[in-house]
């Protein structure tokens, strides 16, 4: 039985964390960074269903970010490693320290260090540890207090650093809905002190007005050049809590995206899985067939599909109100960015409004076999692809001016 049984939602959780932190662990110190900070701002542990704690956040990123230490060393390349894991809770902060303590290794450049006491009076002491060093801090709390943005501002904005939170969606749907004075007053932190009115003037339907807001408050907060969400459903195909992915570096756009298209993946599968074995205990009946040995369709195909369909629409409104062409490498940041796509998709996007004839297919020019646009490649409707533009590509490609 899976120790994520009843818990597919955390397990896709776990899975973003898994496979981005070694991703950006990689990236970063193959590319030059001699340390990386881990901030976990809500520890626990809470509801481990292990033995050795490898199902929580805390054990799944020092078993990361150890074997990438141990890759690198390999290498010749000796990195500096540091976690701050913070616990509010007494018993859990005593459980947490005694098992992390145990992978604390100065000799060997790996730093354990922990925090009893709430995410945000830690903030003097893990800026000390973090230092000049890139910061990835993951926020998961329990609910949507202890984290208000002026208070955690500084872990934020501290460049060069991302962060990762925990945005419990279906919580914050139901408690925002509330008349009661104290428990709108506790949302100030994170939607802002006139939230309620910004919900009532927006267009767009409560849920939606609301995670708007807080993801407008969190790019605000950190300063951030692109936030993106990432829904997390439970069995009941209900959203029980989003990924937001705050970052100012367009390589972190792009590595996200292809993280989050794979543990999508990975999670819509096994809620398939866990589906079907929910429907065999009702009926007594077990199938003949495993949802993996079916050559199903993973549901964010399906997904990915029809936001390729909504990104072609966009695209053609945004060259339409510019009335230019951009290079693809201004083009496809905000996409990514509006829109749960990779560059691949974005590539295709592209490719698929070229071959209908509506932008120029500028990355065939000169006899290119090429099937979608590069960077330099302008991206622009066939009315407004003039052979002096494609001739500027060069100029053009370092303007800083963005599609949106």
Known sequence: MSVYRDREQTQAKHIILRKYLQTLAFKLLHGGHPTL???????????????????????????????????????????????????????????????????????????????????????????????????????????????????????????????????????????????????????????????????????LARDEAVQAIFAEEFKKAGNFTYVLSTPIEKLADRTHFCIVYGSRNVKGLEAYREVEYSAMKEHGMRRLEAKQALQEEKSGQTSMFAVSALHTVPPIDHQVAEYRKQAKVWLQDELKENARAFPFSQVWPPMLETFMLRRTDARKVCAELGKDGIIAETWKAGGSKRKTPDETDMIGLVETVIAPQIASVASQAADPETLV
């Open 37 to 203: 900070t881990y901030v976990d701002g809500f520890s626990g542990p809470w509801e481990s269903q292990t033995a050795d704690y490898s199902d929580t956040s805390f054990m799944i990123a020092i078993n990361v970010l150890k074997d990438v230490q141990k890759q690198m060393l390999a290498q010749g390349k000796r990195k500096v490693i540091r976690c701050f894991f913070v616990e509010e809770k007494a018993s859990s902060y005593s459980k947490l320290e005694e098992i992390v303590m145990k992978h604390h290794d100065p000799a060997n450049d790996f730093y354990v260090h922990t925090f009893h006491g709430r995410f945000e009076d830690a903030v003097d002491e893990i800026m000390k540890v973090v230092g000049m060093s890139f910061a990835l801090t993951f926020i998961d709390p329990t609910g949507w207090t202890g984290y208000e943005f002026d208070k955690i501002s500084r872990i934020m904005k501290h460049k060069p650093g991302e962060v990762l939170l925990n945005y419990m969606f279906d919580f914050i749907n139901r408690f925002t809905a509330w008349d009661n004075p104290k428990i709108a007053a506790s949302f100030d932190g994170i939607l802002g002190k006139d939230w309620k009115a910004r919900i009532e003037a927006s267009p």
